[in-house]
């Protein structure tokens, strides 16, 4: 009986993780989407990019921080106080799409720092 009931309290947990996951993509797509190629990829999409994928994004953290916490705290930074000379990309990518607007008063710190965490746990 006593494994029935762990073995309930881990399926539980695991459906409560997948939906979590959802629901923070779904926040990602909501508030980074329209810029950063997230969700359905369609070729509208792609002919009217605003930023860099944010797959790219996680690519540029991971390569420039070597600690998990370091490549959040970036993306938190950038998100809410962007400048030129945060970015991690090369000078073409900023000159095609210059620096992003701000997103203070947009999302909160906890919605960027968990949409920060589930792009850079995605593998691509």
């Known amino acids: 009986m006593k494994k029935i009931v762990s073995l309930s309290l881990i399926i539980g947990t695991l459906v409560l993780a997948s939906a979590s996951d959802a629901e923070i993509e779904a926040l990602a797509v909501a508030k980074c989407g ?3 190629l997230m969700g359905e990829i369609t070729k509208e999409k792609l002919s009217n990019m605003k930023a860099p994928p944010y797959w790219a994004i996680a690519k540029k953290a991971r390569e420039k921080y070597e600690k998990e916490e370091d490549k959040i705290k970036y993306i938190v930074d950038y998100a809410f ?17 210059g620096v992003m607007p701000s997103l203070k008063g947009k ?4 919605e960027i720092r968990q949409i920060s965490t589930y792009i850079l746990e995605k593998k691509f």
Do not use: G
């Open 81 to 97: 106080s962007p400048t030129e000379d945060k970015m991690l990309f090369p000078k073409e990518t900023k000159e095609k799409f």
């Open 107 to 110: 999302v909160t710190q906890e």
């Open 34 to 36: 329209e810029c950063h």
